[in-house]
Structure formats: structure tokens, C-alpha cells
């Protein structure tokens, strides 16, 4: 079997790792943002570091674990990886529920870290 290509070993990686820390210890996910980072969370956006990780601290649950069902991941022009991650969550008591995650990651000092960040829960309003 073919070796990955590296942008699809780099964004797997990225991915595998994100979602153990996220799943752990929100705050270690502090090392995978830039003060020049965005994140979009369910609409609501977000700039820089301390931004981004107030927000992923303050998110009102006490434990979650992440099941990855789909990801893709591409090289972009400028040598980024965009990564498109699809799966599943459950937090504390909360039903199983399905969700998006878009991920541009780049190169800056020999560490990939996370420029732009895009989160959706996979909920439908089929009644509006």
C-alpha cells in the first residue's frame, strides 16, 4: 500500500491530536492557536489565542469524547493543509450528537498550528 501523501499524514495528525487534547485538557489546545488565528464556533467568531481558548474554556460541559467518523484533508496553494473532519461528540450526559470541523493549518517556525477554525453541530431545523 502507497505511503499517505505528507499533507494528508500532517492533517491526520493534526486531527488524531486535536481532538485527544480537546477530549483531555482544553487548555493544552492553547499551543495550536496564533494571536492571528480565527475560529468560528456555531456563528460566533472569535480572534487571536486568548479569544479562541476563552471560548473553548468556557464551552458548558465537564467531560467529552469525540468519535471521528470521516476526515479529508488537502494541500492549498500557498503550503497550508486544509483538513475537513466529520464525527460524532458526546458531552457529560448530553445525547450523541454529529458534527463539522474545518481546520487551515500551516507551517510557522517547524510547527503546524491551526490559522483558521470552523465548528458545527450537525443539528437540522426541518420545521423553519
Known amino acids: 500500500m502507497a505511503e499517505k501523501p505528507m ?3 500532517i492533517g491526520s495528525g493534526f486531527v488524531q491530536h486535536y481532538y485527544q487534547q480537546f477530549d483531555t485538557d482544553r487548555v493544552k489546545l492553547s499551543d495550536l492557536y496564533t494571536d492571528a488565528s480565527c475560529l468560528t464556533w456555531e456563528g460566533e467568531g472569535f480572534q487571536g489565542k486568548n479569544a479562541i481558548m476563552t471560548k473553548l474554556s ?3 460541559f465537564q467531560s467529552i469524547q469525540h468519535s471521528i467518523t470521516a476526515q479529508d484533508h488537502h494541500p492549498t496553494p500557498d503550503s497550508c493543509v486544509m ?3 466529520m464525527g460524532q ?4 450526559q448530553d445525547q450523541v450528537m ?3 470541523q474545518v481546520f487551515l493549518l500551516k507551517n510557522v517556525d517547524n510547527k503546524w498550528v491551526c490559522t483558521n477554525d470552523m465548528f458545527r ?3 437540522h431545523n426541518f420545521g423553519a
Open 58 to 60: 468556557s464551552l458548558p
Open 121 to 123: 453541530l450537525a443539528l
Open 7 to 9: 499533507w494528508e499524514q
Open 98 to 100: 454529529g458534527f463539522q
Open 83 to 85: 483538513s475537513m473532519v
Open 89 to 92: 461528540l458526546k458531552a457529560d
